[in-house]
């Protein structure tokens, strides 16, 4: 171990062999065919517990360690209780002044040993993750080192043993001159965190294995010393071809392979035979073009990517993934509509590459590179070209990079998920991403290659594609335009932070006119968080010199892979099929049914269509459509549609897997649209009471009574408020009803929200989340059939000029228990977009059940909707409550008509209907506490709040995206709505 070496960039590895394809030999033709390498004889892994010790710093590392603590392997030792995490996006967490880094290097010492039965064969220790950096020594000898976290790093250390126990000793620096290419925004991890392995080989043995695919035929290039080597094709268990490796070459030609794709799989297996061992690897036959239109061609079809940015993250165990971690994940993408993963910004575990192989992914692999903090090194934030001050193009710098690249493609070269080469991620732009451009596409011309940095020098030609992140719709829809043949990708879009992201469906809507816009990656899977002690923290929690709070909670499915909203979302709108009305007929309905697949016919699936008037089902039924991929039919729908209804009529056509996946059961829907049917809506008449309203003037009371309740409502004289709704004399109300706009801010709602509310800086805001209601006139006049309560204020923020007007009409209609209420409201012509605006009602905690018709089951929000669908629903107001980690906005729901929530104690309660459509959402949770609080665990409940909405500004993405699309935000300068409540 010397500081020097480790802080040299041409100090890259010590006794690691060449990189070569990632394969497990066996040692017979059933075993390679099974695949599972815990099963070779030839493997031997070394997971579990070891010898550990860690020191605050390198130098204290003793010469001879005598006593020795425990950790598992894999781990990062963060996660167990050695370090505090650390969480840091672009900026480093030390200064920037490479090659050095902090003296007060910690150092993780690790010790194991294994068993040597046989001297004459080669042994290889196989390590496939270690963070950042590691000294290897074995039987007390330093023999290797190297760097590069997610890279795998392979030793022959056969020269090094004896027979019997023989020790290994691992010493894991926590930085070294490798982790200024390592600047990911994640949670800085340290330690032996993938698995490691012994690979016990004949003393002559094939070295590596390249093989090339296309329809038909298959090439396979093997380094090996001289030898009898055969290679077989395997379908299944079945040899379909076999042919004696000759000069290192074997080559196939099979007319009618199955094609390999994300969406159906196939895959053969080529058994190479030779030296005594059996090496599997996974064959697909796939080819991958671009068309002239700049399409991206999957075996010739146009095929868009679905995709995700794929971390290494759990919040239990840091970046340690094991193999049953890695299919959850994958699973859920599956169940998800996902076709698509880039593994962000480093490679996966080669066994995940496999599973993509397997399961039906395309991947974009994405080399061990982020070098952002040298954006932010002189403070503020600047990006540079071809600055030699950078080790992008810094001399000293070259071979640290291309190995990271080369370290890559050698392993994952014969997969057939990876359709990409991605150079790594926000490293700027420098002469050695040329070099690393020009040497991957020379070494594998067949994939396609992207950096998305390079854009800024219009990504010149050598990159087969054009790629870019949080675009902009408007550069989008240019992108579009423009005349070119590239496929533009976007490897990063839809930033998935908190409830969100809500635009996906405007992203795919450009994705399917435009055909060079081949689609992108949601960023991202995951949050990252850390779990203790049944709590999730984030950046910040853990006293970091520099941090960046929760940014890194942004993931498309929570820590623990549980979905939301946003989940939802994608999936729908990445479904496999769209269907759209066509005529509607006095007995039938004709839909048209598109199959959006790109391989797969209609008949696997069980199309499911139900009509529904009113939130009631009337008619239903399956449908088995033979229907080719990419082809449309019409589907007749029978059905006997009333000539009007109350709320409104749909039909909801659902798609089901036929059989059960691997991933999921056999059912299971992967796609659901609603379509609103042209049914005159009439508004049912209110029965009236028996009784008659009474006004007594002097406490403002209006008392209603009819046949079975007494119903009265009270109102403050000088605010104008609502005060009270009464029943057999008793209060629904805890507090007066009011106006609103304030929503607890999301985390896309992280900028806008500083010109909404009163924060850190007292200039820029309307200050709308301490809005005064200034009540201007407050009056009454009774006819005979109504009375009507008139009054007329304003809201407005502190220190500023009213943000708007408003004049709410309170009606009563004599014998008519219901309170009809209306709003008109005009907005300051110079007052920003509004969070939302509405009527919030307090109501006791015991009023809990919830029924409404309107747009659910799950939260929905103006464009973040796609997902669900109008009905009638039965909740709770503890169910509607999205506990988002970072608290926040959540629970709306859209095109509300009707709403009622009791206490299932007594059935007191309140009921609201609309003749038009609001927007409501209820919550335990205060939208002030929402506000003030930064964990979900530190919520305290209080109340049944209900929100009755004129509208709720959309969802979006703009936490690193776009601003809110204006069609999304609450900016009309003068609206009215109405609604009516009354008790129950
Ligand atoms: C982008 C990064 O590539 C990604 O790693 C992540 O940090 C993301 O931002 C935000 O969550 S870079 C940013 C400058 C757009």
Known sequence: MNSREWQDPHFLEKGREKERAYYIPFENTEKALAGEREKSGEFQLLNGIWDFNYYPAYYEVPEEITEWGKIPVPANWQMEGFEPPYYTNVNYPYPVDPPYVPDENPCGVYRTWFDCADLTKKTYLVFEGVNPCFYLVINGQEIGYSQCSHCTAEFDVTPYLHEGKNEIIVKVLKWCDGSYMEDQDFFRMTGIFRDVYVLTRPAEHVQDVEIHANLTELSVKVTAPAGDLTACLYDGDTCIQKQPVIDGKADFTVPDAKPWSAEVPNLYTLVLEGFGEFIPVPVGFRTIAISPKGELLINGVSVQLKGVNHHDTDPVKGHVMSLEDIRRDLYLMKKLNINTVRTSHYPPAPEFIRECDRLGFYVVDEADIEMHGFVTRETLWSYHMYDRTWPTDHPDWGEALMERMRRMVERDKNSCSVIMWSIGNESGYGCHYDDMCRWTKQRDPERLIHYERANMLNTPTMYDVESHMYREFSDLIADGEKDDSRPLFLCEYAHSMGNGPGDLNDYQELFDKYPRLIGGCIW????????????????????????????????????????????????????????????????????????????????????????EVDGVAVASGTQNLELAAGEKTLLTIPADLPKICALGAYVTLTLHQKE?????????????????????????????????????????????????????????????????????????????????????????????KMTWGLFEDNLSGWNMNRLFDKCYSFTWKETEDCIELVSAGSLAGVARSPLLHYEVTYRLDNGDPELHISVQSKVHPKAIWLPRFGYEFTLPTAVEKVEYYGMGPGENYQDLCHHAKVGRFTTSVTEEYVPYIMPQENGNHTHVKEVSLVDPANGDGIAFRTEGEVEFQTSHYTKEELTRKGHSYELEPSNTNVRIDYKVSGIGSASCGPDLDPKYRLSEKEFSYGFSVKAL
């Open 524 to 611: 991202e899977w995951a949050d990252h968080t850390v779990l203790k002690d049944g709590k999730y923290y984030y950046g910040g929690d853990f006293d970091e010199l520099t941090h960046d709070n929760n940014f890194c909670v942004d993931g498309l499915v929570s820590a623990k892979r549980e979905v939301k909203a946003g989940s939802l979302e994608a999936k729908a709108v990445f479904q496999p099929f769209r269907a759209s009305l066509k005529e509607v007929g006095e007995k039938e309905i004709s839909v048209e049914i598109h199959n959006r697949h790109y391989f797969t016919d209609l008949k696997n699936y069980d199309l499911k269509w139900t009509v």
């Open 660 to 752: 059960a996946t691997e991933w999921a059961e056999a059912g299971y829907e992967t796609g659901m649209v609603q379509l609103k049917l042209p049914v005159e809506i009439v508004t049912a008449e209110r029965t009236h009471g028996e009784g008659s309203w009474k006004v007594s003037e002097d406490k403002l009371t209006v008392t209603v009574t009819d046949e079975t309740a007494s119903i009265g409502y009270t109102f403050h004289k000088v605010h104008g408020t609502l005060t009270g709704i009464l029943k057999n004399g008793k209060n629904i109300l805890v507090n007066p009803a009011h106006l609103d706009v304030w929503r607890a801010p999301t985390d896309n709602d992280r900028h806008i």
